[in-house]
């Protein structure tokens, strides 16, 4: 392992992207994400990166790049945020769908109107099932790491899925953080060519992209969802030997303090960290109380999460998006779908919070896990909890 | 003449790369368009093609009708995936993970894939310079969702959402000059084609895949069944909408005109039109509108052809 250096996240991530030899970049700038193709943009412009960057028009031509440039078997990168995201939108279930391993940052953020260029996880649940894989980080490290886990992943050919690589938009995207980038040689052998099994070649014609009749698109769906499901044990083994490697480990739901505690709360991406020290707080205050973090959205880790809840009396789960006119938040609606048949389960209390770039502060967290064991304990006539909005 | 049928066949390789056995229409003037232009591509061809007519009618899984790799994926990315293939594979030769070769990426997208929903990613990769060729095939509506207008569309034309009533004449906007807006990027070869005149077709075709970067044809399919005609009409329309100076074919490269086939005389637009069913309501002065437009254009382009 190389040394630490204090580096701006989006740029570490420019750098991890170099390390992993990309072929071809297609990016269209949007805040926060700007960074990142930028310097890559950089990198190319002074040939440290052997790679093609494609400036192109707009988020939509950006994926659409990257299915022609994963098709003939190039190793494929590109970021977006946001209102990039939703423009992406329809090539998303493409990219998947016709199982091309095209690697995404997603700097996370709000989504209009009003226009906010700050971070939640709007973006994000709008392409909650268009069957990527899909990692939430919390830290700059993390989100290195992930790089050449995603690449590993994605292009494992049981797998040939895109990823995307959830990263908090300016929480996350704008620090500057210690970060360990590991060794090109130990990158190299992690991280072997792209293998892309029928690509696009003169030599071996193949028709990519048929329409389906009836008769068989919902068994090229079932397959769909099988082939996303079964990547689960890929992921499990790439972060494993990942962590033998490179002394980093990661697992679909973290655990902190949570083994045994009596009350839980759920976060997902970088206000973990944040959550953390509250945590770390109230422990010291005698308060039994833990924290689970879910770092695999997709697929989802069923099992996992149910094991790390088991043993409470109380789960409160943050969301950081709204389902307008529905349960609240998407994140509590999966939890509890994955705990509704379980004989042993928490009552799970939802509040969202932390939307449109407002923060949470650990004594925020403290209100709420306070005002979450209430409700468990009295009830609410609330689907669930808005917290730190005026009204 | 004389034995023009027996000689011209061999002219033209027997090779199809786009065979036979997929679902176009009876009469299409497009998938005789497509057969003969992928006859001049040749086998070191990659297809990247965008949602419409000849991407139904050649690929219901989990059948092909083509014998070169071919990828759709949506309606409107056709030129943008067709910039992640050129770049992909120079990236893969450069880096030697694949043979150094010279492969031809296509993009083919129709009329409404191209001129409207297209537009701003052919734009995207037009401006870009990426060594392609997007071949937009122009029936002059959507006929693939069942004749809706397009800004294709001629004026005048009767289509399902531009429907000739009491108070309409139909398409009530003129034709959106593609080839014009490709040749505005400053690309090196743009030309427009068509089936009816086959050799000239495929040599623009060929000379458009030779042409380092971007290469834009834009070639009239005549589509019987959204133009109401009958099916045995596809190669009289194209010849008479040459020949009328409603579609004259011309090459524009390196920014320069070149008129391909110029007449002493345009036959009149009635020629044409009065063969079409999506021409029937037009009153006569409508028709006499239509044909100023025409020849002032063609006086126009003619004029710019000369010029150089």
């Known amino acids: ?391 | 003449m004389q034995n023009y049928g027996v000689y011209v066949p061999r002219l033209v390789t027997k090779k199809d790369i786009f065979v036979s056995g997929h679902r176009a229409c009876i009469g299409c003037g497009e998938a005789l368009a497509v057969r003969l232009v992928c006859k001049a591509l040749g086998q070191n061809t990659i297809i990247a093609s965008a949602t419409g007519c000849m991407e139904i009618v050649s690929s219901p899984l989990p059948t092909t009708s083509w014998k070169v790799p071919w990828i759709h994926t949506l309606f409107e990315n056709t030129a943008a995936v067709a910039s992640g293939i050129e770049s992909g594979l120079k990236m893969l030769m450069k880096k030697g993970r694949i043979a150094q070769q010279d492969i031809t990426v296509v993009a083919m997208a129709g009329d409404g894939g191209t001129s409207d929903i297209g537009l701003q990613a052919l734009s995207g990769a037009l401006e870009r310079g990426h060594n392609f060729v997007y071949l937009c095939f122009d029936n002059e509506a959507y006929m693939n969702t069942g004749i809706q207008r397009s800004s294709s569309t001629p004026y005048g034309a009767a289509t399902t959402t531009s429907p000739a009533g009491k108070v309409s004449i139909g398409q009530v906007s003129w034709k959106k000059n593609m080839p014009a807006i490709a040749a505005a990027h400053n690309i090196p070869y743009v030309a427009t084609a068509c089936p009816s005149y086959p050799f000239d077709m495929m040599d623009k075709v060929k000379k458009a895949a030779a042409t380092p970067g971007p290469a834009y044809v834009h070639i009239l399919s005549v589509c019987p069944t959204g133009w109401r005609c009958p099916t045995d009409l596809a190669i009289k329309l194209g010849r008479l909408a040459v020949e009328t100076g409603i579609f004259p074919l011309y090459e524009v490269e390196n920014g320069k005109y070149k008129l391909n086939f110029d007449f002493p005389e345009l036959k009149p637009v009635t020629a044409y039109m009065k063969l079409q069913g999506r021409f029937r309501h037009l009153s006569e002065d409508i028709i006499e509108k239509i044909q100023k437009r025409v020849t002032a254009d063609y006086a126009e382009l003619k004029e710019r052809a000369v010029e150089g």
């Open chain 1, 1 to 391: 392992m190389a040394d630490r250096v204090g580096i701006e996240v989006s740029v570490a991530i420019g750098d991890a992207v170099k390390q992993a030899n990309v072929d071809v970049i297609a990016a269209y700038p949007i805040t926060p994400q700007t960074h990142i193709v930028e310097h890559l943009a950089e990198l190319v412009a002074n040939g440290e990166v052997d790679a093609a960057y494609i400036p192109v028009e707009s988020e939509h031509s950006a994926m659409s790049a990257c299915l022609g440039s994963a098709a003939v078997g190039a190793r494929t990168f590109t970021a977006t945020a946001g209102q990039g995201l939703e423009l992406m939108h329809e090539v998303l279930y493409v990219a998947s769908s016709m199982r091309f391993p095209v690697v995404m940052t997603v700097a996370n953020r709000a989504l209009s109107s009003p226009l906010s260029v700050w971070g939640d996880h709007s973006d994000v649940m709008a392409v909650r099932d268009t069957g990527w894989i899909q990692i939430f980080t919390e830290n700059g490290q993390e989100v290195v790491d992930h790089i050449f886990c995603a690449f590993r992943i994605a292009e494992d050919n049981k797998v040939l899925l895109p990823v995307m690589i959830h990263l908090d938009g300016f929480h996350l995207s704008h620090v500057i953080e210690p970060i360990t980038f590991p060794d090109q040689s130990k990158v190299d052998k992690f991280l072997p060519d792209n293998k892309y099994p029928l690509p696009l070649h003169p030599d071996k014609p193949v028709t990519m992209g048929d329409f389906a009749p009836p008769i068989i698109y919902p068994e090229a769906k079932w397959a769909q969802e099988v082939n996303l499901r079964a990547s689960k044990e890929i992921i499990l083994k790439c972060w494993q030997e990942f962590g033998e490697i490179f002394g980093h480990h990661y697992s679909p739901v973290e655990r902190y303090h949570s083994e045994k505690a009596k009350v839980l709360l759920l976060t997902m991406g970088s206000f973990s960290e944040t959550a953390m020290t509250a945590i770390d707080k109230m422990r010291g205050e005698g308060r039994d109380v833990g924290l689970v973090r879910l770092r695999l959205w997709r697929p989802f880790p069923f099992e996992e999460l149910r094991r790390a809840v088991e043993d409470a009396e109380t789960l409160i789960v943050l969301d950081r998006a709204l389902s307008f006119g529905g349960p609240g938040g998407p994140v509590c609606s999966e939890v509890k779908a994955a705990l509704y048949g379980q004989a042993k389960k928490p009552k799970v209390v939802s509040f969202v919070s932390g939307i449109g770039g407002r923060d949470i502060s650990p004594g925020d967290f403290e209100e709420i896990i306070n005002k979450g064991i209430t409700i468990s304990e009295k009830g609410s006539p609330n689907e669930f909890e808005i917290f730190g909005v005026r009204e």
